[in-house]
Each structure stands twice: as C-alpha cells, then as structure tokens.
C-alpha cells in the first residue's frame, strides 16, 4: 500500500486566490501533496493554472507533487509537454482508472477514485493504488454529493480498500475534530477543502499528522530508525533528539564515512566521484545494521537499491523527512561544506528525481516544529519510552 501525508489539500475555485497560487501556496507551508480540483471552471482555464502549477513544481524541485482531479485529459497534455503530474483522481462517472492507464504519459502516475457505496468500495479497479471514502458526511463544496457514510462506513470502506492494498483517504466534510476517530477508523489520509479556511493550514497539517501517529504507532519499541530525505532536511538534528529518548545509539552515515576515510564527504565527491562515494554508502551502512539505532542517511542514500534492501532486513522503520526544498536550500547554501552547496540548479533538479522515491515512505512533515516537538509526539503516540 502506498505512504500518503496524513493530510491532503484540494484547491477550491471559489477562494480568491487563483487555483496555481493555492498549489503554491500550499506546498511553501509545508504540505507535500495537493489535488488541483478546478470545478467548475471550463477546461481552458483549467489547463492554464494547471501548467502553472506543475511547472512551479517542476522549477521548485517537484514540490508539491499535484493530482489532478478528474480531468484525464489535462492530465495528458501536461504530460507531453513534460509536467506529467504525481497523480490522477477519478470520480465513479469519469473515465475507468484502468483505461486512463492507457493513455500517453499517465502509464507510471499514481491513480486514486471515490467510493461513496459498499458496491463501490468492493470493486475498485485494479489500476488504483489510493481511494476516497465518502461523503464522511455532507459538504458545501459539492452539492450533488452521495449519502454521506458516517463512521461505521467509513470503517468498512476503508477496511475493504486495505484489504486489497489500496490506501484508504477519508474524504467529505471532515473537520478537525474528526481526526482520531477518522484515522481510528483506518484511513491513511484525509481530504479537506472547507475546513483550510477555518483554521491555520499548517497547525491542520500537524494535527491530522499526530493524530495519525497516535491511532497507528509508525514504529515499534527498541526498533531501528532510519531518516531519509533532502541535504538539509533536519534529519540530523531529528535523529541526535530522537536516539536519547528512545534508548537508542544516533548514527550519521556521512559522518561515519568522514571517521573511516580520514576525508571530508566535499573531497571524497572531488576527489573519487559520487559513484565511488555510494559504493562506501553501502559499505560503511552494512557493517553497522548488526543492532538497533537511530541513524540520519545522506541525501541521495535512498536511491540505493542495496541500502534500501540491507535497512528492510535489518528490520529499520524508515521515514521521509518531508521538508521543503526551498527551506533545505537556505540551510544547505549557507554550508558550504555541503557537497551541492553552490550548485543550486543541481540541487533542485535532484531534489525532483529524488522526490519520487523518498515519497514513497512513511513521512514525517517538520511543518515548522522543532526536532523536540517531533521527538516528543513520536515517542508519545510510540509508547516507545525505553525502561
């Protein structure tokens, strides 16, 4: 089943902001992934704020990654001119997920429906990998919505989606209030439109992501940690906090290659190349997966198979830290012991690549909090206070 961020904003035509600057705007406050739904505007107004947006989030490093509502069509023009989006939303009427996998350019992109019905829920088509579960209950941003579920349907919607690996989002009229039973209930995600002009989008984000945490612990006592995600993301800094209060020793990959080598990481990329550099990644990991730890990888380790699969074994949790590109460049800039700190065309054309694979785990969202406060909800939701 695919990682999704605990919540899940949709651009809303009625808002004064135009549908591309509501992309922005989002993504600049810290969430990861938006659907740009642009009902009821016609489809040439659509498709104008839509390669807007994708081509700021293709300048911006790939944040945020944008599904498209509905529109398959748009969703194929943006393709061919090279902005393929993350993801592309399907309602029961619009065209079947496994034909829309068909088309030029949308053969690789993540696809997600609405189920509103236990018939619905209990056949979705085999090409989705995330789907809506709803109305939660009624909503003033779609007046022809079904028969809202409520909690008891939600429950067996979203059970009957994980049943068959698909990620369940809880979708229609849910509030702040409603995210520990929502997430209770089992879903991965919540949809939301109305409730982001009542409330602060990030303090939203962060409340949907910690109730998250507290229905379902992302790790298990005395369990290896590994934290992945961009140079600059914080995932040192999160790691040193986390290790203490967990009983667990704090391990920096690059830092133990500096110790190894006798060199600095700028030199050995220098001197030996970033491939021969990746070689000692798996090298040096490898030898310490004997127990245990909390352990900060460097920006591009995730992209290793053999990491990947040496950390699986090793029984590690894993998790994104999903900062901003734009706030770990202006960390990253200002060190200049950084290997990418003056390349920063580089930077965020890796930060695209590499987007799409750290995406694809569970995630942490810093939402501007300090590596105490995370630490602090983690082991909290955790139980994992070491005796």
């Known amino acids: 089943m695919i990682n999704l961020p605990p919540i899940y904003p949709l651009t809303d035509s ?22 740009f739904r642009g009902k009821p505007l016609d489809a040439k107004a659509q ?44 309602g029961q009427l619009d065209l079947p997920a496994s034909e829309a996998r068909k088309l030029p350019g949308l053969e690789h992109i993540h696809i997600g429906t609405s189920t509103h019905t236990e018939p619905e829920w209990s056949c979705v088509d085999a090409a989705c990998d995330h789907g809506g579960i709803g109305p939660f209950r009624a909503t003033a941003t779609k007046t022809d919505h079904e028969t809202p579920v409520g909690l008891e349907g939600l429950r067996k919607g979203c059970a009957s989606l994980r049943a068959k690996g698909i990620a369940p989002i809880a979708i229609g009229g849910i509030g702040r209030e409603d995210f520990d039973d929502v997430f209770v209930a089992g879903a991965v995600c919540v949809a939301v439109i109305s409730e982001l002009d009542r409330t602060d989008p990030v303090d939203l984000a962060w409340a949907a992501q910690v109730a998250r945490w507290r229905a379902r612990p992302p790790f298990r006592r005395g369990q290896g940690l590994a934290l992945v995600g961009s140079s600059g993301s914080g995932k040192s800094t999160l ?7 967990l009983g667990l020793p704090v391990l920096d990959l690059d830092a133990l290659i500096e110790e190894r080598t006798g060199r600095s990481i700028p030199d050995i990329f220098n001197g030996q190349g970033e491939v021969a550099f990746r070689r000692l990644e798996v090298e040096v990991l490898c030898s310490i997966l004997d127990k245990p730890s909390v352990m900060a990888l460097g920006g591009g380790a995730w992209a290793s198979p053999e990491i990947r699969d040496a950390l699986t074994a090793a029984g590690f949790a894993m998790f994104w830290i999903a900062e901003t590109p734009g706030v770990c ?7 200049p012991a950084r290997p990418l700190a003056k390349e920063r065309d580089g930077y965020f054309r890796r930060h695209r690549i590499r987007v799409h694979d750290w995406c694809g785990l569970p995630m942490v969202l810093p939402m501007g909090r300090s590596a105490e406060e995370i630490t602090e909800k983690l082991v909290a939701a955790s139980g994992a206070v070491p005796e």
């Not at 529109?71 to 001119?81: K, Y």
């Not at 790691?239 to 209060?245: D, M």
Request: proline residues 5%; glycine residues 8%; negative net charge.
């Open 47 to 90: 498709y104008d704020e839509l390669r807007i947006a994708l081509r700021q989030s293709f300048d911006n490093g790939g944040w945020p990654l944008i599904c498209v509502n509905d529109r398959a069509d748009l969703a194929v023009l943006a393709a061919r001119e090279g902005l393929a989006p993350w993801g592309l939303h399907l």
């Open 329 to 335: 460049w202006s960390r990253i800039a200002a060190d």
């Open 14 to 35: 009625r808002r004064v902001e135009s549908l591309s600057e509501q992309v922005r705007a989002f993504g600049e406050a810290g969430f990861p992934l938006v659907q």
């Open 239 to 245: 790691a040193a906090s986390l290790g203490p209060r």
